[in-house]
T-cell receptor, first 111, second 112 residues
């Protein structure tokens, strides 16, 4: 079965640089979620989109922005990167309210 | 969303049942109990959810007390691949846009 695809899987950036993470949801899923998981921490919700409109917003820094495109893929744009942004970034998609399918994550390292 | 309390860690022998408790004493009438797990550095995985009745699927069983203030996730025959962090999450369940709030969780170690 098709799963959530995230790219790239690994990304190394320097401080103050910009990064773009991509997420391709499972076909026919209409909701996309972004989560951030720092080292040794639990996943934290950042933002979600339902039918290409932002639906919920969590603790997403102002330096981050995201959008969902007409083909339902989503991108998380991160600017002025800081060392503390080093984390695993998960994208999830859903078609029902109860089950979110998570991708494998993108490991971002900021040096 | 209601706060949940889980033991930080548990051990289980391979082949035995793993019973993971969760307290959610402030749960509201329209809030569901969800269980997800995260195997090391992988994306979290949905296991099961319920409102007030006990539920069972191919992965696990969920037992919710009558007053709904606590629940237990049961993995009937734990394997080494079940070693993971298990999250009990309580949230309103009828909105497709609802995010998941992960907190604490129980680190289950299945041992040979």
């Amino acid at each position: 079965a098709a799963g959530v695809i995230q790219s790239p899987r690994h990304l190394i950036k320097e401080k103050r640089e910009t990064a773009t993470l991509k997420c391709y949801p499972i076909p026919r899923h209409d909701t996309v979620y972004w989560y951030q998981q720092g080292p040794g921490q639990d996943p934290q919700f950042l933002i979600s989109f339902y039918e290409k409109m932002q639906s919920d917003k969590g603790s997403i820094p102002d330096r981050f922005s995201a959008q969902q495109f007409s083909d339902y893929h989503s991108e998380l744009n991160m600017s002025s990167l800081e060392l503390g942004d080093s984390a695993l970034y998960f994208c999830a998609s859903s078609r029902t309210y109860y089950e979110q399918y998570f991708g494998p994550g993108t490991r971002l390292t900021v040096t | 969303d209601a706060k949940t309390t889980q033991p930080p860690s548990m051990d289980c022998a391979e082949g035995r049942a793993a019973n993971l408790p969760c307290n959610h004493s402030t749960i509201s009438g329209n809030e569901y109990v969800y269980w997800y797990r995260q195997i090391h550095s992988q994306g979290p995985q949905y296991i099961i959810h319920g409102l007030k009745n006990n539920e069972t699927n191919e992965m696990a069983s969920l037992i919710i007390t009558e007053d709904r203030k606590s629940s237990t996730l049961i993995l009937p025959h734990a394997t080494l691949r079940d070693t993971a962090v298990y999250y009990c999450i309580v949230r309103v369940g009828n909105n497709a846009g609802n995010m998941l709030t992960f907190g604490g969780g129980t680190r289950l170690m299945v041992k040979p």
